[in-house]
């Protein structure tokens, strides 16, 4: 903190910028965006990006809710089931699940499968603790719940508190109740794994409605993110 307000932080953002914007080539279609983000309480940030014209173009919550007692039951739609997520015979199709589901979601690019098999190998991750909502008759994954218990997050907060990192249904199958279902899952699953509480991102401004059904479920705000753009080219 002592180092603030000298015009460090200034000149790394240039930095970035720059090397942004000599990299703005290898996308082919569509804007170019230079976005960072801070929390509602790091005002010497928000300052930051404002001075170097960036503009706040959207917020996100951290939302979260105890788990040791009136959890929600797990109610599934007619027609679907419930399952743990197997990383045998599942990353394929779960990661088609989360790329369609949030094609149309605002600031998504789509990732490699790669990326994702890199995502369910990293330790933290927990395949028993994650869900699929799978379509009775066809058997074709229609949403997924990717939950995460990380130690170090555990150690450094003090809190026994389980993440749910993914929570998506495909665009035809939503509104039928799978969403809730699968938090719910996830609440009783973690719990039975010895976590106290729950948190997960959510963006304020979500068309499906995600925040609704997380307050619905006991969530509440505990931060507020806000996101900085400044427009490299297109737009």
């Keep these: 903190?002592?180092?603030?307000?000298?015009?460090?932080?200034?000149?790394?953002?240039?930095?970035?910028?720059?090397r942004a914007s000599g990299r703005s080539g290898e996308v082919?279609?569509?804007?170019?965006?230079?976005q960072g983000n801070g929390r509602d309480s790091e005002v010497?940030?928000?300052?930051?990006?404002?001075?170097?014209?960036?503009?706040?173009?959207?917020?996100?919550?951290?939302?979260?809710?105890?788990?040791?007692?009136?959890?929600p039951p797990v109610e599934v739609p007619s027609g679907f089931r419930l399952r743990p997520f197997d990383p045998?015979?599942?990353?394929?199709?779960?990661?088609?699940?989360?790329?369609?589901?949030?094609?149309?979601?605002w600031g998504t690019a789509e990732f490699p499968l790669e990326e994702f098999r890199h995502f369910?190998?990293?330790?933290?991750?927990?395949?028993?603790?994650?869900?699929?909502a799978e379509e009775g008759a066809t058997g074709e994954i229609v949403g997924i719940a990717f939950n995460k218990i990380d130690p170090d997050w555990i150690a450094q907060t003090g809190r026994q508190e389980g993440y749910v990192n993914t929570l998506a249904v495909l665009r035809e199958h939503r509104h039928r109740g799978l969403g809730?279902?699968?938090?719910?899952?996830?609440?009783?699953s973690l719990r039975q794994a010895g976590m106290e509480?729950?948190?997960?991102?959510?963006?304020?401004?979500?068309?499906?409605?995600?925040?609704?059904?997380?307050?619905?479920?006991?969530?509440?705000?505990r931060k507020t993110t806000a996101v900085y753009r400044k427009l490299i080219k297109g737009g």
């Excluded at 369910?120 to 699929?132: A, E, K, N, T």
């Excluded at 304020?204 to 619905?216: C, D």
């Design 197 to 221: 509480s729950v948190h997960l991102g959510a963006d304020a401004e979500n068309l499906t409605g995600a925040v609704r059904i997380y307050e619905r479920l006991g969530f509440r705000v």
């Design 120 to 132: 369910v190998g990293q330790p933290h991750f927990r395949p028993g603790l994650s869900f699929l």
């Design 44 to 71: 010497d940030r928000q300052a930051l990006f404002e001075g170097f014209g960036m503009k706040r173009v959207r917020y996100f919550f951290n939302m979260a809710r105890a788990i040791n007692n009136g959890l």
């Design 88 to 105: 045998a015979r599942d990353v394929e199709s779960a990661w088609r699940v989360d790329v369609q589901a949030f094609r149309d979601h």
């Design 1 to 18: 903190p002592h180092w603030r307000r000298q015009g460090v932080g200034h000149s790394l953002l240039e930095a970035l910028y720059d």
């Design 28 to 34: 082919e279609h569509g804007p170019v965006y230079f």
């Design 180 to 188: 809730t279902a699968l938090l719910a899952q996830t609440l009783h």
